[in-house]
Nanobody, 117 residues
Framework: QVQLVESGGGLVQAGGSLRLSCAAS????????MAWYRQAPEKQRTLVAS???????TYSDSVKGRFNISRNKARNTVYLEMNSLKPEATAVYFC???????????WGQGTQVTVSS
């Protein structure tokens, strides 16, 4: 069963940068989609960025131009580079993977990102 292990969260001042990593394991076939979601206290979980097999990416409007999602297929790992961080980016960030073979999805455990003003 595919598992996702996240790392890279922490405390950063506004304007700073962080790089999150999510390493997948246990998948027999390439993962179709990997994404980052975030959830602030008392808020809904929302999509931050996603990337699919062909490299196509999407970003939420709030992070467009400042965040970058990338994928190392050889290492089965997805990254989220976060630049010019704002306090409103404070949240738990979750890695997400959707598989086609078999058709299922998996969430990571989440990693805390805190941006101080």
């Amino acid at each position: 069963q595919v598992q996702l292990v996240e790392s890279g969260g922490g405390l950063v001042q506004a304007g700073g940068s962080l790089r999150l990593s999510c390493a997948a394991s246990g998948n027999r076939f390439p993962i179709h989609l990997m994404a980052w979601y975030r959830q602030a206290p008392e808020k809904q979980r929302t999509l931050v960025a996603s990337i699919i097999t062909d490299g196509t990416t999407t970003y939420s409007d709030s992070v467009k131009g400042r965040f970058n999602i990338s994928r190392n297929k050889a290492r089965n790992t997805v990254y989220l580079e976060m630049n010019s961080l704002k306090p409103e980016a404070t949240a738990v960030y979750f890695c997400f993977a959707r598989l086609l073979f078999p058709a299922k999805y998996t969430w990571g455990q989440g990693t805390q990102v805190t941006v101080s003003s």
